[in-house]
């Protein structure tokens, strides 16, 4: 979504008018499902995607066409996916194109931007046809997607940033190459390592923020919340124990350690021996990430990578 509404923000100020295509609605087989994005200009697509193939070039060509005639409109539009309509996949589809240009836009996405900084829920509603995007703290609505009617107006309605921060704590060789993953992902991740040639934000650009810490004083450099998720892959148990010790006492919800059996059994008994309980102890997951065969760094990070996607969907 961050970078979605960046480009937004720069083609309003380069004063090109765009059209932003939300999913918002889908049956049977399509190839994406609510809540996919993408924005197309007059030149064609810019960034996003609502699922490839010949749907998605009909709506960018669509997009161009109300561009190019300079209506201004914001329309909803269903798409017949059926073979007999020349679609391979089957199914059908509805699809929001919310007209973007001027002063008024780069406002918005400005506005976005700061709600999505914060890292608390919030909620951005696409007005079905005609009419102006609004962003609401909160919606008495169950879900976190789905379609609603304000003051008469009705809205294809999502919350943003529901599904909380991935803290990493340890910027080893895995973590270089699961943070940029993560983020690729739509996750927003902060690092942390004791050391200061590790805890280097320009090896991190994606990151919200690198910090160095001393594992031992946790407590004052973050605070974890109920949607949030701890990696834990420092450089030994004895840090991975440090940074446990502190997230039992968090609400955070997924707790994941890097590390052999071994090394996982070391940090366990540790704490065992310090009054911890096995009750507690079972919030945690490790070894991390997905058993997919994963040896070097890179494989590594897809499997944790697998895992935090699990995760994620099971909130939904």
């Not at 993560?182 to 991740?189: E, S």
Request: hydrophobic share 40%; with cysteine; charged share 20%.
């Amino acid at each position: 979504m961050k970078k979605l509404v960046e480009q937004i923000k720069i083609q309003a100020t380069e004063k090109n008018a765009c059209c932003l295509v939300a999913l918002i609605e889908s049956e049977g087989s399509t190839p994406r499902g609510r809540g996919a994005y993408m924005l197309v200009n007059k030149q064609g697509l810019v960034c996003g995607t609502i699922g490839g193939g010949s749907m998605e070039y009909a709506a960018i060509c669509e997009a161009q066409k109300n561009l190019a005639c300079g209506t201004r409109k914001s329309f909803l539009k269903a798409y017949d996916l059926s073979p007999a309509a020349g679609m391979a996949c089957g199914g059908s589809c509805s699809l929001q194109f919310c007209y973007l240009d001027g002063s008024e836009t780069i406002t918005l996405a400005e506005r976005i931007l700061a709600k999505l900084a914060e890292n608390k829920p919030w909620w951005l509603l696409l007005p079905l046809g005609e009419g102006e995007i609004v962003i609401k703290n909160s919606l008495p609505i169950k879900g976190r997607r789905g379609l609603a009617t304000l003051n008469g107006k009705k809205y294809y309605v999502e919350q943003q940033c529901y599904d909380g921060m991935v803290y990493v704590f340890g910027a080893g060789h895995v973590a270089r190459e699961l943070v940029p993953l993560l983020c690729h992902l739509g996750f927003c991740c902060a690092v942390f390592d004791d050391r200061a040639e590790f805890a280097d934000a320009a090896v991190f650009p994606m990151a919200e923020f690198v910090k160095q810490v001393d594992f031992c004083r946790l407590q004052e450099a973050c605070e974890l919340q109920e949607n949030d998720y701890a990696v834990v892959m420092t450089r030994g148990h004895e840090h991975d124990a440090n940074c446990e010790r502190f997230l039992l006492h968090t609400a955070v919800g997924y707790i994941g350690i890097m590390g052999s059996k071994n090394k996982a059994k070391m940090a366990r008994q540790a704490l065992l021996a310090e009054g911890y309980t096995d009750e507690q102890l079972m919030r945690i997951t490790t070894p991390i990430g997905l058993q997919i065969g994963s040896e070097t760094p890179a494989e590594i990070a897809v499997s944790i990578a697998a895992q935090l996607i699990q995760v994620r969907a099971a909130k939904a």
